[in-house]
Every structure is written in structure tokens, then in C-alpha cells.
């Protein structure tokens, strides 16, 4: 249950860029037919994505193996670094 509800949490979150976007193209006032091609692209995008990166994600973890276990955990937390210091630096600036 755990896992269904980690994935529902992780597919809202990264769904919320696309509504930021959405909100942005709202402002130039597309057609309906438009606005709902639009949609269908994102959806056609966010379903690929997730596919290519189980399979790319797949094929390293094979030819990886162990290595990628000790190296990951290292990864993830320079990523989070990364993102809070461009966090602090933009609220520094003022944006």
C-alpha cells in the first residue's frame, strides 16, 4: 500500500510542471481545440517518459549491477545540495 501511495504522491508532484505550464500558455488564450492538443501532447509525453526511463534506468542497473548501488545514494544527495543552493540563491536575488 505503501508503494501505491509513494507513486501517487511522486505522479501528482511532477504532474503540478505541466500545470504550471498550462497556466502559462492559458494567458495567451488558445482555442479549445488547441488548448485540448496541447493537453494531449503533455499526456503523450508523460506517459513516454516514465517508460524510456524504466528501460534506460533497466539496462544500466544490468550492466551496473552493485556499482550503482554505492554511487546512487552519493548522486542523490549532490542533486538535493544543487536544488537547495539554487533555492537560496534565487530567494537571495529576490525572484
Known sequence: M??????LVLGFVLSLDNFRLAIA????KLSWRRALRTALVFG???TVSPLVGVLIGRYFGLQ??????RFIPIR???LSSMGLSIM???????Y
Open 25 to 28: 500558455l492559458g494567458a495567451f
Open 76 to 78: 542523490s544527495d549532490l
Open 44 to 46: 503523450l509525453w508523460d
Open 88 to 94: 537560496a540563491l534565487v530567494l537571495a536575488l529576490g
Open 2 to 7: 505503501d508503494t501505491v501511495v509513494s507513486v
Open 64 to 69: 551496473l549491477g552493485g556499482v550503482a548501488a
